[in-house]
């Protein structure tokens, strides 16, 4: 499977066909032209050494000589922007590349709507705007953090190849955000950059912002998993922040989405390749039950419930990455035109949403409840929505291919409510199906829906590295076609053996 062409569009689309040259003379390749502002250039420059340490330290584990077949963006070019070769992780050209500036942009949202685009930080909104900025550059160093041990039970070269790339990729996003932190935010930007490095994933007195970045990604089908829900909310958020009438943060989000669909794709084929993997051995062992579970799990692959569970988890911590259903935050990022809707430009309404209101569930004495609620608080509500809808697209793609092998069992995405900390539902126990429960039997029904230690257990044991050239461990099918169509036996990572 190629990479999915709704994602290179969607990424295309908010592109102009202007090419920017980016210049890789500099210590930081940009297309910024950093070299004109000294003193952006020198705290930049000044930050690179720390952000080294900090991947040296947290960036993958045990592979930072190994020589990695990784892109590297060489321009802003939708139809041609990266180039590929080997290239040991340290040494990747981290910089700072915007979308080409759109000339005449205007506001698209909230009561600024029409009036040109911000080129400097609105006084009045600095410090929404920054914490906006300093939100979203804390995931994408985070993802690396939770994804630092996976290197060593890669299931080939190929994936191995993957994982490195969406995480030098996280790197460049870190750094895109803190170019706009340190160019507009003075002293107070150049420290938040300073945090950005010093916060940890799953650290208890120094943690990351949002809660799914505090998880464990334990296993390589935790990262598939995550990269197919979890960088989905990546593209949300950036296609909302995209939106932006602070034109800086718009152009950066704008290149951010062109990189984020190779991890969607990721994730998608990851998933979808576990899938294949299990029909195929389930066809082979003459097994047509989905259900027949230690059967199943002796062909080394993984049964289709295991998977469910391990979806419902992400699907859910990732739901609560949205923020409350109803946020005044949200209301106020939306009306002084920081962060737009999805595809806000697409949608036919004023784009300011003062008298709007907007459908959202809820609990109330214990019922579910469709409350309709001033739009402009709602705007969590909508982008979660937005996100439920665009995951089912991957998720009807893996169900075609269980279909097609005969086998009765369809992924579902579960009800809304189900297993969240954070907004409406957080105090509620909800099943998968969508009943209201009790806390006794919520417990009772866990098991069934989110995976128990048995369940990690057995996907642990199947955790192990595969590093000979075209080789693949036995829960994982191998890809359609290369990376950059390379052949099927190529040495996508050389691992240096010290
Ligand atoms: N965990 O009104 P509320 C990505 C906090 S992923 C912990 O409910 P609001 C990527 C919230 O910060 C995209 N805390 O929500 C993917 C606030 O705290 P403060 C990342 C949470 O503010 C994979 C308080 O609760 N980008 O790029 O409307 C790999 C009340 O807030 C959580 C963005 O998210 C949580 N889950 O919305 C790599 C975009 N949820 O400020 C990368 C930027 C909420 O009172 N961020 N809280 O201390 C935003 O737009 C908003 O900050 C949020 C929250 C949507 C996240």
Same mark, same amino acid.
């Given at each position: 499977m190629s990479e999915p062409t709704e994602l290179v569009e969607d990424a295309a689309a908010i592109q102009s066909n202007a090419f920017v040259a980016v210049s890789y003379d500099d210590l930081i390749p940009n297309n910024v032209d950093l070299s004109s502002d000294k003193q952006l250039q020198r705290a930049l420059e000044a930050w690179q050494p720390a952000?080294? /340490?900090?991947?040296?330290?947290?960036?993958? /584990?045990? =592979?930072? %000589?190994?020589?990695?077949?990784?892109?590297?963006?060489?321009?802003?070019?939708?139809?041609?922007?990266? &180039?590929?070769? $080997?290239?040991?992780?340290?040494?990747?050209?981290?910089?700072?590349?915007?979308?080409? &500036?759109?000339?005449g942009r205007t506001i698209p949202c909230g009561r600024h709507k029409?009036?040109?685009?911000?080129?400097?930080?609105? *006084?009045?909104?600095?410090?929404?705007?920054r914490r906006l900025i300093v939100v979203q550059g804390d995931t994408e160093p985070a993802s690396v953090e939770q994804q630092r041990f996976l290197g060593a039970t890669a299931p080939s070269l190929y994936d191995m190849r993957n994982l490195f790339q969406v995480n030098v990729e996280e790197g460049r996003h870190l750094w895109a955000m803190v170019y706009l932190l340190v160019k507009y935010f003075g002293r107070d930007g150049r420290e938040e950059a300073q945090a950005l490095l010093e916060r940890r994933s799953g650290q208890q007195d120094n943690p990351r912002i949002l809660g799914a970045f505090n998880e464990r990604t334990p296993d390589w089908l935790s990262f598939f998993m995550f990269t197919y829900f979890t960088d989905r909310d990546g593209k949300m958020q950036l296609a909302a922040l995209a939106q932006s009438g602070f034109d800086p943060l718009s152009r950066s989000c704008r290149f951010m989405l062109t990189e984020e669909a190779h991890h969607l794709f990721v994730g998608e084929t990851g998933v979808g390749r576990t899938i294949?993997? #299990?029909?195929?051995?389930?066809?082979?062992?003459?097994?047509?039950?989905?259900?027949?579970? !230690?059967?199943?799990?002796?062909?080394?692959?993984?049964?289709?419930? #295991?998977?469910? &569970?391990?979806?419902?988890? $992400?699907? @859910?911590? #990732?739901?609560?990455?949205?923020?409350?259903?109803? +946020? +005044?935050?949200?209301?106020?990022?939306?009306?002084?035109?920081?962060?737009?809707? =999805? %595809?806000?430009?697409?949608?036919?309404?004023?784009?300011?949403?003062? !008298?709007a209101t907007y459908a959202v569930l809820r609990v109330i004495d214990g019922k579910f409840v469709t409350e309709d609620v001033p739009a402009l608080r709602a705007i969590n509500s909508r982008l979660l929505d937005d996100y439920i809808t665009d995951c089912q697209g991957g998720i009807d793609r893996w169900n075609k291919?269980?279909?097609?092998?005969?086998?009765? =069992?369809? =992924?579902?995405?579960?009800?809304?409510?189900? %297993?969240?900390?954070?907004?409406?539902?957080?105090?509620? $126990?909800? @099943?998968?199906?969508?009943?209201?429960?009790?806390?006794?039997?919520?417990?009772?029904?866990?098991?069934?829906?989110?995976?128990?230690? /048995?369940? $990690? #257990?057995?996907? %642990?044991?199947?955790?192990?590295?595969?590093?000979?050239? *075209?080789?693949?461990?036995?829960w994982i099918a191998p890809p359609r076609v290369g990376i950059n169509n390379q052949p099927k036996d190529f040495e996508y990572v050389r691992i240096e053996h010290a």
């Open positions: 952000y080294l /340490d900090w991947w040296k330290d947290m960036g993958p /584990d045990g =592979f930072q %000589n190994a020589d990695v077949y990784l892109r590297t963006a060489v321009g802003v070019d939708p139809s041609g922007w990266a &180039k590929f070769g $080997h290239v040991k992780m340290p040494e990747y050209r981290w910089g700072i590349l915007l979308a080409p &500036k759109e000339e029409g009036e040109p685009a911000w080129q400097e930080v609105p *006084g009045e909104y600095r410090s929404l705007l294949e993997a #299990t029909c195929l051995a389930m066809k082979a062992a003459g097994i047509t039950d989905p259900y027949a579970r !230690d059967a199943i799990r002796k062909l080394g692959v993984i049964d289709l419930p #295991t998977l469910q &569970k391990k979806a419902n988890f $992400h699907m @859910s911590v #990732t739901r609560d990455l949205f923020g409350s259903e109803i +946020s +005044s935050n949200a209301a106020s990022a939306f009306s002084t035109g920081l962060k737009g809707r =999805f %595809n806000e430009t697409a949608i036919n309404d004023d784009h300011q949403l003062e !008298d291919v269980i279909e097609k092998s005969g086998i009765a =069992f369809q =992924f579902k995405q579960p009800h809304k409510a189900f %297993n969240r900390r954070i907004g409406e539902f957080a105090e509620a $126990h909800v @099943s998968p199906a969508g009943e209201l429960l009790s806390a006794d039997a919520w417990n009772a029904g866990k098991s069934d829906w989110l995976c128990s230690d /048995d369940d $990690h #257990t057995f996907i %642990n044991s199947l955790m192990k590295p595969c590093t000979a050239p *075209g080789q693949y461990a036995s």
